[in-house]
DNA sequence: ATGCCGGGTCCTACCCGA
């Protein structure tokens, strides 16, 4: 079984980018996150004629998930549980496929908006925390996979890449995120490249593609027995130099 | 480089991303 992430940045400005992707490594299942559309605006019918069903998640301007799967599933939730009733943002997508619950994540940046800003990311982190807890309590096999923006550690950035104080290394959020492997989930990537540089994002800013200055902030956890079967888990780096990309490139991880 | 590009929208100057 094949399950991806991408953070596309504007599904109406990269559709045909997606396409070309679903064709050539033919993924079962493709999280998306920041398609930066409604959920009507969101181009389905494109993925249909490929064999694959979509389930929205979108929102006007900003943020926005979706799933695309050649596999039957159903969805379980469409936001984080234990957020506020009135939080609009949409972040969260979780669905039943295969006898797995896969979740898909834009998880807040928390640079902007001040403390309060950072406030809602690590409130977010907390929720997420929650929510793989109950997963693994009631014996569900979970795969999460999105833009987590977090460098989980001191090799997940270039360097120079940020600052020290950037929401995406601060102390508060690594614990977190170490506190989700601690559940015993399994960083994918990192556990099958364990001392490489590998980066998932590459601004759009000051060359940093070509200067190789990235970070590793798109991750895929895997509960217990998914990563007893894990089999690759890399970014696909090749997207990011084709016309007009993404500044996120795509993740793929195999599972028997 | 606390925004150098590249999305978005109150259509055009400004907000946001990482």
Same mark, same amino acid.
């Given at each position: 079984m094949k399950i991806a992430s991408w953070n596309i940045n504007s599904i109406r400005q990269r559709?045909?980018?997606?396409?070309?992707?679903?064709?050539? #490594?033919?993924p079962d299942v493709?999280?998306?996150?920041?398609? /930066?559309?409604?959920?009507?605006?969101?181009?389905?019918?494109?993925?249909?004629?490929?064999?694959? /069903?979509?389930?929205v998640h979108g929102q006007k301007a900003y943020n926005g #998930?979706?799933?695309?799967?050649? #596999?039957?599933?159903?969805?379980?939730? @469409?936001?984080?549980?234990? &957020?506020?009733?009135?939080d609009a943002q949409a972040r969260y997508i979780e669905i039943e496929a295969a006898g797995i619950t896969l979740i898909g994540i834009y998880l807040p940046n928390g640079n902007s908006g001040g403390e309060a800003g950072y406030a809602?990311?690590?409130?977010?982190?907390?929720?997420?925390?929650e929510r793989i807890a109950t997963l693994l309590e009631n014996d569900h096999e979970v795969i999460i996979t999105g833009d987590f923006n977090v460098c989980p550690e001191p090799q997940d950035l270039a360097p120079g890449a940020?600052?020290?104080?950037?929401?995406?290394? @601060?102390?508060?959020?690594?614990? @977190?995120?170490?506190?989700?492997?601690?559940?015993?989930?399994?960083?994918?990537?990192?556990?099958?490249?364990?001392?490489s540089? #590998?980066?998932?994002?590459?601004d759009y800013q000051a060359a940093a593609f070509e200067r190789d200055s990235g970070l590793r902030i798109d991750h895929a956890?895997?509960?217990?027995? &998914?990563?007893? @079967?894990?089999?690759?888990?890399?970014?696909? /780096?090749?997207?990011?130099? /084709?016309?007009?990309p993404s500044d996120h490139v795509p993740l793929l991880v195999e599972i028997s």
């Open positions: 559709e045909s980018h997606v396409l070309s992707w679903l064709e050539r #490594v033919q493709l999280f998306l996150q920041e398609i /930066k559309c409604t959920t009507e605006q969101f181009p389905a019918l494109a993925f249909t004629g490929l064999g694959y /069903k979509a389930e #998930v979706a799933v695309l799967s050649r #596999v039957p599933f159903t969805t379980s939730h @469409r936001t984080l549980p234990g &957020l506020p009733e009135d809602y990311k690590l409130a977010w982190m907390d929720r997420l925390a940020l600052s020290a104080n950037d929401a995406l290394v @601060r102390p508060e959020t690594r614990a @977190r995120y170490r506190r989700m492997l601690w559940l015993g989930l399994t960083d994918a990537i990192r556990t099958l490249h364990p001392n540089p #590998v980066w998932t994002f590459y956890l895997l509960s217990p027995t &998914l990563a007893e @079967r894990l089999l690759s888990a890399a970014p696909d /780096k090749a997207e990011r130099a /084709k016309t007009q």
